[in-house]
């Protein structure tokens, strides 16, 4: 087998071949992460994922993630090919919204405006009005409240909580939740804040209300790495998948980060937040994907990325 260095000499080769580029989520293993940097990929959050993807002139998008984040960038750019380093990286999120009982949700509530997360298979975004991510998500429902409008939410039952409470939007919230944020623990945590009271908070939204509660700032995966570099404290406590340390700690070297504790650990234990799905990602099946791209190419058929699109593409033009 060949070792790092070589895999990596490999995977560039290939890039430069195939006119290809990786997009990378923050959660990835941080060997991809440095060489998306390392090669004009993008490494981001969900949102600026589409968006870079949609934008960049390669032929190919290598996406580094999860399989909705693949779907997505094919909807958006059909004519590039879109691979991922292995197709069975799912989310719980998008697993447990199987699009017929979504429909079936929907057609029960017609007049709700629907809005899905991201974080949804292509055929559930087909169905929705809105698609929305976790750095967009309070504006666009705000936008839709101050238009009089009710909303049908899926799929986080979490980050749809919290939208509802700061927003005051009339929201019917779908049950689903992430299997990673939903295991953070808010009793651990305030032992955790009491041994480090000078630490701030930073949660993701997809955590439980009471862990929410205790944020000084909460938000997507970027506005967490935003707000390590500006919050004044020297010491944070962070809520959300550990894959985000490699940035945050790049942003801000100087701080000391400390893991937010999950279920059946103590506040002293290194948390194990960590996305099963997103840590099949790595450099052996980068290089497998590049190298036989027809075996890892995600495909959306097309009377479903004509709906989808519409519903995805209401959110850049949104967020632009
Ligand atoms: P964001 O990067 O948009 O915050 O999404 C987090 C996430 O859970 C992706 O799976
Ligand atoms: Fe889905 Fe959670 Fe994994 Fe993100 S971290 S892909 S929301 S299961």
Known sequence: PLDEAALIARIKAKLVEQNAVMVVHYYVDAVLQRLADETGGRVSDSLDMAAFGAESAAQTLVVCGVRFMGETAKILSPEKRVIMPTLQAECSLD???????????????????????????????????????????????????????????????????????????????????????????????????????????????????????????????????????????????????????????????????????TRGHSATCVSCAHCPWMAMNGLVNVLAALENPAAHEIQVSEPVRVEAVRSIERMLDFSR
């Open 95 to 261: 697993l447990g919204c199987p699009a017929d009982e979504f429909t079936a949700f929907c057609d029960a509530h017609p007049d709700r405006t629907v809005v899905v997360y991201a974080n949804t298979s292509a055929a559930v975004k087909a169905r929705a009005d809105w698609v929305v991510t976790s750095s967009n998500a309070l504006e666009i429902v705000g936008h839709l409240r101050d238009r009089g409008e009710k909303i049908l939410w899926a799929p986080d039952r979490h980050l749809g909580r919290y939208i509802q409470e700061k927003t005051g939007a009339d929201m019917l919230l779908w049950q689903g939740s992430c299997i990673v944020h939903d295991e953070f623990r808010a009793e651990a945590l305030a032992d955790l804040k009491r041994q480090h009271p000078e630490a701030a908070v930073l949660v993701h939204p997809e955590s439980p209300k009471a862990v929410v509660d205790m944020a000084d700032v909460v938000g997507s995966t970027s506005r967490l790495i935003r707000a390590a570099i500006e919050l004044p404290n020297e010491t944070l406590i962070v809520a959300t998948d550990k894959g985000i340390f490699y940035k945050m700690h790049e942003a801000a070297p100087h701080k000391t980060l400390i893991e937010a504790p």
